[in-house]
C-alpha cells in the first residue's frame, strides 16, 4: 500500500472540560421567531427577545449586551451579514446559510415556564433544524468570522419545538468535526441549565473551549423530523493556550502492516481515531477514545493493525471521542432465523462465529445453530437456526465474548427476550395501519367548517346528510356505533414517551384525539364487514415522519447506507406492545390466537418537499414493502397504500412524483413480485377545499376533513378485500 495519508479536523467537542476562566470580552446573539399565524408579533416579540440591559446566560457567561437575531421563516439562499458586537465594543460577522425555519409555532406556546424572565426568552424563540429530507437542506447553518480573539470559547444553547420534539436527538457539527450527538430534556425550559457532555446525558447547553482562528463553521440539526436549533451562542475571549489539532507524524510498518500516529494535543481531552479509504465514510476502527499525553503537547497512539489491509491510499482523522462501550438492542425471530442489532458494528471475526451466541426456549432449551453471518447492515447479525422457531413463543438470545471494530466488549445486558409471533389462520385477524399525521388521524368527527358542529366537513354532516352510504355509523338515536366484532389498539405516546393506550370497539376517536378519526375508522368498517373473524386494528403512526429517515428500512440501508429508522422499529416494537399483550389488553379473545392479516399504509407528505426524497420514494417503498414483511415472517402478507394525493388533481411538481412513485410499486407489470399482494389506492378525489372543510391552514392534514379520511380509510380496506381474496 501507499504510505497513509491524514487528513485532520479539528473536533472541539470534548468530553473532558476545564472550568471556565474569566473572560474580558463576550459576544452573545439571541435567536428568535415569531409564530405563525393570526397572533401579532407584538404578543410574542417581547416573551422572546432581550433587551440591552437583561442579563441572560448560565454561569460565568452571564453577561448583559444581548443582541436578537430575528430568523427568516424559511431560508433558501444565505442571509446578509450581520455584525454582532461584544460587552467591551469588539466585534465578529455572522451568516446565516440555512435553517429549516424559525419557532415556536402558532400553536405551540412558549417553550419555557418563565415567560418574561431572561434566561427564558432566550431559551424560547430559536432555529428550527431537521435531519429530514436527509439531504442537508434543512439543518442550521452559520459562519461567524472577523472574530478578534486569538482564543475563544463557544457556547451552542439549544432547545426545540414542543410540538415536534419527537425523541429530543439531535447532532452538532463545528469546524468540520465528526458529528457529535446530544440529547434534550423533555419538557419545557424551566431555569435549569445544564451542559451537554455526552450523547446520553440530557442538556440544553454545549461548549466549545479553545478554538482559534477569525472564524468558525456550525452545523446543527434534530434527527429525523425533531425540530431543534440554538437559541442563542455566546463567544467568549479566552487566555487559554491551546495546541491545534495537527498530525506531526504518521509512519508505516511495512514489515508489520501496523500504522502510528502522533499529533499535537492538548492535555485533559480526549479524541477518537477514524479512517477512510475515501474521505467520504469514515469509520471508528482505530480507537473510540485516546486521551491526550497528559505531560506534553504531543500524543501518540499505535502501532496499531491497518485497518484496510491493500489499500491504495489510506486516511486518518482525529475527531470527537466516543466513551459508550457497544450494547445489544434488539433481537427479534422468524422461522428459522434470529437477528440480532446491535448500538455498533461489531467485529466481523467474532460475530460471525455461531459459538459466540445462544438461543434459548422456555428457560433452558437450547437450540442449535448452524451459522451466523453479517446482515443487512454492519451492525446487525443473522443466526440461523436448525429448524423453524415456534410460533407465539419467548425465546433468549445470549451473546458471549463479542467485540466492537475497537475491540471494546459488549457492555450492559448480553442477553434479549423476544417473542415470535401468532399464526393461527382462525385467530383474530390482525391488520396494521402505520403511517404519519394522516394515520393518526386529523378528521373532525363533530365539528365542520367555521368550528361549527355538525356542519360540512364533519363525518356528522355525512351522516345527516347522506344516510344512504353512512348512515350505518349512528344508532336509531344518532349515537355512533361502536363495532364490538372490530377493535382498535393504538399507542398514541411517541417512542420515548410513557405508555398511553387508546383501545376498544371501533367508533370515531381514534385519531390524534377523541375529536378525531384516521383512516382506521371506513378501514375497519370495511373489512368488519367482509371477514367473519373479530378483527384487530393496530395503528402504529407519528406525525412528521419521512420514509427516506424515519421509516428507512434495512434494505434501503443495505443499498444506499444510513441507518434504519427509529420509527421502522418502533413500528414493530409498538406492534409487538400490542399483540404479546393480547390477552391483557383484550381479554375477551383470550385463548382465540392471531394471525397478522394485512398492513395498510399511509404516509408521504415529509418525503414530497425536496425532488430527492421523492424520486427516492418509490425504490424505498418497495424495499420497505419486502422488509416488513420479513419482520412479520409473512413473505405474502397483503399490503394496501393509499397515497399522498392531497391537493387533489391539482397537485404537480415533487409531490406528483411522489404519489405517482406510490401507485406504481402496486403496478404488476413494474414489480411482478407484488402482483395479487400489493394495491395502492389514488386518493385524489377525496381532496375537499378548504371552503368545505373543518380547518384553513391545514392543508398537509386533508383540511381536517372527516369524510375524506373516512374515505380514505375505506379505499384501502376495499383494496384489503381484494388481495384477500386473491
Not at 466513551?323 to 466481523?348: H, I, K, Q, Y
Not at 443487512?376 to 438470545?397: C, G, K, M
Amino acid at each position: 500500500m501507499k504510505r497513509p495519508k491524514a487528513l485532520i479536523i479539528l473536533s472541539g467537542f470534548s468530553l473532558v472540560t476545564s472550568a471556565l476562566l474569566p473572560a474580558a470580552e463576550i459576544i452573545s446573539v439571541n435567536f428568535w421567531r415569531t409564530g405563525a399565524g393570526s397572533i401579532d408579533r407584538s404578543v410574542w416579540e417581547p416573551l422572546m427577545t432581550l433587551t440591552p440591559e437583561q442579563s441572560a446566560g448560565t454561569g460565568e457567561w452571564q453577561t448583559t449586551g444581548w443582541q436578537n437575531y430575528l430568523l427568516p421563516w424559511a431560508p433558501t439562499q444565505p442571509q446578509s451579514p450581520v455584525t454582532l458586537t461584544g460587552t467591551e465594543g469588539s466585534s465578529a460577522t455572522l451568516v446565516l446559510n440555512d435553517a429549516r425555519n424559525g419557532g415556536p409555532y402558532i400553536w405551540n406556546p412558549p417553550r419555557t415556564t418563565l415567560p418574561g424572565n431572561a434566561n427564558g426568552n432566550m431559551m424560547d424563540g430559536h432555529a428550527n433544524s431537521t435531519e429530514d429530507p436527509g439531504d442537508g437542506s434543512n439543518i442550521f447553518d452559520i459562519v461567524v468570522s472577523d472574530i478578534p480573539f486569538e482564543t475563544y470559547d463557544v457556547i451552542f444553547y439549544l432547545g426545540a419545538n414542543r410540538d415536534q420534539f419527537g425523541d429530543g436527538t439531535g447532532k452538532i457539527v463545528v469546524n468540520g468535526s465528526p458529528e457529535a450527538d446530544f440529547t434534550l430534556p423533555s419538557g419545557a425550559f424551566n431555569g435549569t441549565f445544564t451542559e451537554i457532555t455526552n450523547a446520553e446525558t440530557a442538556g440544553n447547553y454545549i461548549v466549545y473551549k479553545g478554538l482559534g482562528g477569525t472564524s468558525f463553521t456550525a452545523q446543527v440539526w434534530g434527527n429525523g423530523f425533531n425540530h431543534i436549533g440554538p437559541t442563542g451562542i455566546q463567544i467568549v475571549e479566552s487566555d487559554e493556550v491551546r495546541q491545534p489539532l495537527e498530525v506531526a507524524d504518521v509512519s508505516y510498518n511495512d514489515a508489520t502492516d501496523e500504522v502510528t500516529l502522533t499529533w499535537k494535543s492538548n492535555p485533559g481531552e480526549y479524541y477518537g481515531l477514524f479512517w477512510s479509504e475515501d474521505l467520504v465514510s469514515f469509520f471508528p476502527g482505530i480507537s473510540p477514545a485516546v486521551e491526550a499525553n497528559p505531560e506534553g503537547t504531543l500524543t501518540t497512539f499505535g502501532p496499531f493493525p491497518n485497518p484496510s489491509p491493500g489499500a491504495e491510499n489510506l486516511f486518518f482523522r482525529i475527531g470527537a471521542p466516543d466513551l459508550r462501550d457497544p450494547t445489544l438492542d434488539r433481537v427479534w425471530g422468524n422461522g428459522t432465523t434470529v437477528t440480532l442489532t446491535f448500538s455498533e458494528a461489531m467485529d466481523p471475526g467474532l460475530a460471525t462465529n455461531p459459538f459466540n451466541y445462544s438461543v434459548v426456549v422456555g428457560g433452558d432449551a437450547l437450540l442449535p445453530i448452524d451459522s451466523a453471518v453479517i446482515g443487512a447492515s454492519p451492525n446487525t447479525v443473522v443466526l440461523t437456526i436448525a429448524f423453524p422457531l415456534e410460533r407465539n413463543s419467548d425465546y433468549t438470545v445470549f451473546v458471549h465474548g463479542l467485540t466492537d471494530l475497537s475491540a471494546r466488549p459488549v457492555s450492559g445486558p448480553t442477553s434479549v427476550e423476544f417473542r415470535t409471533w401468532d399464526d393461527n389462520p382462525n385467530g383474530i385477524k390482525v391488520f396494521i395501519l402505520a403511517g404519519q399525521s394522516n394515520m393518526q388521524g386529523q378528521g373532525r368527527s363533530e365539528e365542520g367548517l367555521g368550528g361549527v358542529t355538525g356542519a360540512i366537513g364533519s363525518l356528522r354532516y355525512e351522516v345527516d346528510n347522506d344516510p344512504d352510504k353512512y348512515g350505518m355509523l349512528v344508532d336509531d338515536g344518532g349515537d355512533w356505533i361502536a363495532r364490538d366484532d372490530v377493535k382498535v389498539f393504538y399507542r398514541r405516546s411517541d417512542l420515548t414517551q410513557g405508555r398511553t393506550i387508546k383501545k376498544g370497539n371501533l367508533l370515531p376517536g381514534f385519531g390524534v384525539d377523541d375529536a378525531r378519526i384516521g383512516p382506521e375508522l371506513g378501514f375497519g368498517w370495511a373489512i368488519g364487514d367482509y371477514l367473519d373473524e373479530p378483527v384487530l386494528i393496530v395503528k402504529a403512526s407519528w406525525g412528521g415522519k419521512s420514509l427516506y429517515s424515519d421509516f428507512r428500512s434495512p434494505t434501503t440501508v443495505a443499498k444506499n447506507g444510513g441507518e434504519v429508522g427509529n420509527y421502522y422499529l418502533g413500528m414493530i416494537d409498538y406492534v409487538h406492545d400490542a399483540l404479546d399483550n393480547l390477552q391483557t389488553e383484550f381479554p375477551e379473545w383470550a385463548g382465540q390466537g392471531y394471525q397478522i392479516a394485512g398492513f395498510g399504509w399511509h404516509q408521504g407528505w415529509n418525503d414530497g418537499g425536496t425532488a430527492f426524497t421523492a424520486d427516492n420514494y418509490e425504490e424505498s417503498l418497495a424495499d420497505f414493502i419486502v422488509d416488513i414483511r420479513a419482520e412479520f415472517g409473512k413473505p405474502l402478507l397483503p399490503v394496501a397504500i393509499a397515497n399522498t394525493g392531497i391537493g387533489g388533481a391539482s397537485t404537480t411538481g415533487n409531490r406528483l412524483t411522489l404519489l405517482e412513485g406510490q401507485l406504481a410499486v402496486a403496478d404488476p407489470v413494474l414489480y411482478p413480485e407484488f402482483a395479487g399482494n400489493v394495491f395502492a389506492a389514488d386518493t385524489r378525489e377525496f381532496w375537499r377545499d378548504v371552503s368545505v372543510s373543518p380547518r384553513e391552514n391545514q392543508g398537509f392534514h386533508w383540511n381536517q376533513n372527516g369524510e375524506t379520511l373516512y374515505l380514505i380509510g375505506e379505499a384501502m380496506g376495499e383494496g384489503m378485500k381484494i388481495l384477500l381474496s386473491e
